[in-house]
Nanobody
Framework: QVQLVESGGGLVQPGGSLRLSCAVSGSIFSINAWGWYRQAPGKQRELVAERTTGASLNYSDSVKGRFTISRANAKNTVYLQMDNLEPEDTAVYYC??????????????????WGQGIQVTVSQ
């Protein structure tokens, strides 16, 4: 069983910063790709930032230069550092990982998982 636990969200004023964390636990061999998505009220879920299996880093145009995605390998934790936050960043943020985990055969198999979502509110 693989679990993702997100933390670090909350209320912040415009111009402020938050760091979201996503702790991955369970029987995994590796985390091969990871990313952060967000969904604002009445809108579709959108990609915020990702690190692909090919080691590319991609950011949405709206967050380039303000957000940074990273990972602490030893902790199996992925992060989203969010600086200079704007009211338009208000949304529920979700982490997503592609992993090799123990499958039903006992061997490594690819899976992908989502975090439970965490609220980020940017307001005066």
């Amino acid at each position: 069983q693989v679990q993702l636990v997100e933390s670090g969200g909350g209320l912040v004023q415009p111009g402020g910063s938050l760091r979201l964390s996503c702790a991955v636990s369970g029987s995994i061999f590796s985390i091969n790709a990871w990313g952060w998505y967000r969904q604002a009220p009445g809108k579709q879920r959108e990609l915020v930032a990702e690190r692909t299996t090919g080691a590319s880093l991609n950011y949405s145009d709206s967050v380039k230069g303000r957000f940074t995605i990273s990972r602490a390998n030893a902790k199996n934790t992925v992060y989203l550092q969010m600086d200079n936050l704007e009211p338009e960043d208000t949304a529920v943020y979700y982490c997503h990982v592609d992993v090799m985990a123990v499958g039903s055969t006992g061997w490594g198999e690819p899976y992908d998982y989502w975090g439970q979502g965490i609220q980020v509110t940017v307001s005066q």
